[in-house]
């Protein structure tokens, strides 16, 4: 199933898979977050709704006392029925596995340390189990990356902490950030790097194997059988030719062109500004930033506010909300969860998606004739000729300001 196009629709489409079989519903681990924040608050809302159960059988990895402290400054009624382990959780309710029995100091809309490493029990807990096999998928409350930091977790992020734990061996390429929603995918080269590391960070390589693992996610995450990636240059005006930075010529270009001569539909680079001002990225099913902001200021000031991070790349299914902890909403009861119940549509979605994909690549169909044709033409995957490219100029050169 592809991701679609609006929550309820994905809604319905998880429930008709699951045909409300308690066996066949997938166990979505969800980890509590930063205990400061409103991981809790998020978790009660979504599964206030008893739709969710029909879908899923979630189990969130936290503290029975830190929910309970939560559960009472929001006011909400429902309880946790907490578990030892993800065996233990039962189809229809909210699980939990309490992954500490020692007290928490709570300090709502508060970086602390305690709070962080509360995190970091319940993510190492939950990444332990996705890895066994005792939950499905993964769906991470937000963490605050300034508390969490310690001698036992020394990553920028959850992107790249799970690259670490959860990763194959054969996988050089790093992780991959893909943020989505309904008007968009993007990906970016490099996450959480510091502006001034990030050009010395982009290489032909790096952009190239980056490239590759977007269409491989694409095409087996997402269902899109011939994706047509975007990709965004580096400088202002991609470099202006030159007198902006060089970066376009020498790195990024070669990047796509290799790309195209693998097969890939591959466009670029544009200059960001003019990418998105314009709407191009209606024109494509994916978008390669070269940096962090580049990618999410245009794709939250954009956003309807249901998108969700997804962790391509591995193995194993991580999706996120595609905000933060928001310190400034903590126990006020206003927090919108249409994000977090987003990200567990798509978790579900995407493990479904490489079933299925896997199904199929097991046991192709043989290809007909004209197929096998299709196959030999190049020019179906390459940016048009300046003899051939008409009416799709406009999207098969970089824009120019």
């Known amino acids: 199933m592809i991701i679609n196009e609006h929550i309820n629709e994905e809604a319905a489409m998880a429930t008709s898979q699951s045909e409300l079989n308690p066996e066949r519903l997938l166990k979505v681990g969800i980890t509590h977050g930063d205990v400061n924040g409103i991981g809790y608050e998020l978790i009660f809302k979504t599964f206030a709704d008893s739709g969710m159960f029909e879908i899923c059988t979630p189990v969130v990895y936290g503290s029975a006392k830190a929910g309970a402290y939560h559960r009472k400054t929001l006011g909400v009624e429902q309880n946790f ?23 928490v100091n709570i300090e709502l809309g508060r970086v602390s340390a305690e709070a962080g490493r509360a995190a970091f029990i319940a993510l190492e807990r939950a990444t332990a189990d996705l890895r066994s096999g005792a939950i499905d998928v993964l769906v991470t409350a937000p963490i605050c990356k300034s508390a969490i930091q310690s001698s036992d977790f020394s990553f920028p992020g959850h992107t790249e902490y799970l690259h670490d734990r959860l990763a194959d061996e054969a996988n050089n390429a790093g992780p991959l950030m893909i943020l989505a929603d309904n008007l968009m995918k993007v990906a ?17 390589e790096t952009v190239l194997a980056k490239i590759r693992q977007f269409y491989r996610s694409l095409r ?28 376009e010529q020498d790195v990024i270009a070669p990047a796509i062109s290799a790309a195209v001569e693998e097969g890939v539909q591959c466009f670029g680079p544009y200059p960001a500004d003019g990418f998105f001002g314009a709407a191009l990225y209606t024109r494509f099913d994916g978008v390669l930033a070269m940096y962090h902001d580049q990618a999410l200021a245009p794709f939250k000031a954009l956003s309807t506010g249901d998108g969700f991070n997804f962790t391509a790349g591995l193995p194993f299914v991580r999706t996120s909300p595609e905000h933060g902890t928001a310190f400034d909403k903590a126990g006020k009861n206003t927090a919108s969860c249409d994000s977090f119940r987003r990200a567990i549509y798509a978790a579900i979605d995407i493990y479904r998606n490489r079933k299925a994909d896997d199904e199929a690549s097991a046991n192709p169909l043989k290809k007909l004739y004209h197929e096998h044709r299709e196959d030999s033409d190049r020019q179906r995957h390459m940016k048009p000729s300046s003899s051939s490219r008409g009416e799709n100029k406009a999207e098969a050169t970089p824009v120019q300001q």
């Open 81 to 103: 029925h907490v578990v030892e382990t993800a065996a233990g959780a039962e189809p229809g309710r909210l699980n939990l596995v309490s992954c500490f029995d020692e007290e």
């Open 188 to 204: 970016l080269v490099t996450t959480h790097l510091p502006m001034k590391e990030v050009p010395e960070a982009i290489s032909t």
């Open 220 to 247: 087996r995450d997402f269902l899109l059988p011939a994706p047509r990636i975007a990709v965004l240059g580096l400088n202002p005006h991609c470099g202006d030719n030159g007198a902006l930075g060089s970066e």
